[in-house]
């Protein structure tokens, strides 16, 4: 009887180290193999009451990458940049191919400042918020317009985006 508890346990044990590892792995390496074998992974959003596409730049890497030669951008779709701390981020045009609104988000999750209809013919300027924000939103020209979005907008963002001082 003795024995069988031994084995019963000692089963548990590589158990719950297996799930660790694969947990571990996950969380580390996760993402890397998701945009490996399927692409860029979008989530969903909401400005306000208007659902948005996007993809997600978190890393230096990628928001350095932003939309710079997208060709085009599906309806109601966007890259949503998020940033360690709310601070001034500049956004400019270089490399871009289509014409953006570019929408500043704060902590609280509301619109501080939109940019409407930002060309790729602008570049060198660099646009940004007269206000603190720590999310960008960039989506095609008009977007903003075209669904009468306002500064003081509520955002909604998963909570597995958000920075782990937010959640």
């Known amino acids: 009887m003795f024995n069988t508890f031994r084995h019963l346990l000692l089963d548990v044990i590589i158990f719950l180290a297996a799930v ?5 792995l996950y969380q580390t390496y996760g993402s890397f193999v998701m945009d490996r074998f399927f692409g860029e992974q979008q989530v969903g959003m909401f400005v306000r009451d208007v659902g948005v596409t996007v993809s997600v730049a978190d890393t230096p890497e990628e928001r350095n990458l932003g939309l710079s ?6 309806t109601n779709e966007g ?15 270089k490399d871009m191919n289509i014409p953006l609104d570019i929408i500043w988000i704060n902590n609280e999750r509301r619109v501080v400042h939109i940019e409407e209809n930002v060309l790729s013919e602008s570049y060198p300027a660099i646009y940004s918020s007269p206000e ?7 989506v095609n020209a008009f977007f903003a317009s075209t669904f ?5 907008d ?6 597995g985006h958000l920075p782990p001082d937010l959640r």
């Open 148 to 152: 009468k979005l306002n500064e003081g």
């Open 20 to 24: 660790g590892t694969v947990f571990f």
């Open 69 to 74: 030669g997208v060709e085009s951008l599906p």
């Open 132 to 138: 603190p924000a720590r999310f960008v939103l960039e």
């Open 79 to 93: 890259k949503l940049f998020v940033f360690d701390k709310e601070g001034d981020y500049g956004f400019w045009m």
């Open 154 to 159: 509520t955002v909604t963002i998963p909570i």
